[in-house]
């Protein structure tokens, strides 16, 4: 073990501290490598990945794990580390998660929990891996993340998959659950007849129907009934299907939910997100699996750091006119003598900042900062603990009181620059 344990510990430095970059760079070595690593792997791989974590519990006591085994044999696993567990503080108003991904020679499906931070970038709050799909699977999983996040997520996205469904029914009892659209529409092109999509624009206008969150229930229903039979779509059960249950996933129906359209992001970034990919390799030993789902999570946190981002009555009809399509909508904005302004188009609602109709009015009325109660938390660029980016930290690779000193120094630095940077503007 202390041979096994020494080769990977060399290899998860190695790829820890030189960066995802790098680890990606030395293909050869990395390779030969490799496969001397999986010949010691064997059979005690999942043995080893316990080990690991147990190893880095010590070290870090808010790393979260779960493990269930039947017959000797991994069957769950879960997963979440401190910056995982900060960011579903923040961030956990609405959790994605699906498990398409068959990810190693176990054949267990991998499935992340993922939601979107202030930057509306994807965020990861935790890993799965499980050996069946069932309801039992779903909820020991379940649960297994609520010991890590206590706080239920309002919206709850997923694929059309019966068991989740059930599962997340019976465990996430205070979470809406909705469908994720991007993995509706996915299905489109194996379900309608390719010439169709090809020769009209059927693609176009199903995508237009679906993703527009102004759209009534009324003029959904119409447009979409208009559209069937004006191509002879009739006979298309799939078309017929998604239409019965259109209130579980049609942007139209949940713009009345908060946030809604966190949503609509949480689907796209979720969806397109090469994140997953790099854990599809059904060769991979779970420690190689792990290996890789580190590096990843290296790699989208690392960008999030980069990343810099900028939240009586009076009554205004604001006009605005779409340049591209020249069409005029109308907004009142309502400015009460409390300071609290509200749109009809409810875009703070639904987004969490303020649309463009309520700057027209602080324009006009030269207010030049934007009341606090607008800035949601959510969104502020300084939520997160900078502690959290020291990778050292997060893995507990060094752990003496120099380096916890050093960490600190770093963080208070931090603090301080921006601190200095945001009075001076
Ligand atoms: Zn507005």
Redesign the pocket.
Known sequence: MNNIGSVTAYRLRACLNGGYDQVRGTAVDYKNHQRDVNVCIGERDAQMLIYRFSKRKLNDPEFCFHYKTEQDELVGLFWADETSRCNFREFGDVLAFDATYRTNRYNMVSVPFTGVDHHNKCVTFGGGLLKHETIDSYEWLLKAFLTAHPNQPQLVLTDQDPTMKEAITNVLTESTHRLCMWHVMKKLPKKVCGELLKNTDLRKRIHKLVWDVLLTKEKFESRWQYLISELNLEENTWLADKFKIRDRWVSGYISHLPICCLMKTTSRTESSNAFFRVFTDPDHTLVQFMLNFESAMDKQRHEHHVVTSDDVAEVYE?QDANMKTKVVSR?Q?VLNRDGNIV?????FGRHGWL????FCVFNNKRIEEIPETYIKRRWRRDILPTHLLDKRHRYGMQNDETSKMCSQVISDVDVIVRYKSSNDN
């Open positions: 604001i907004h904005v749109c009809s188009c409810n875009h649309c463009r109709h309520i």
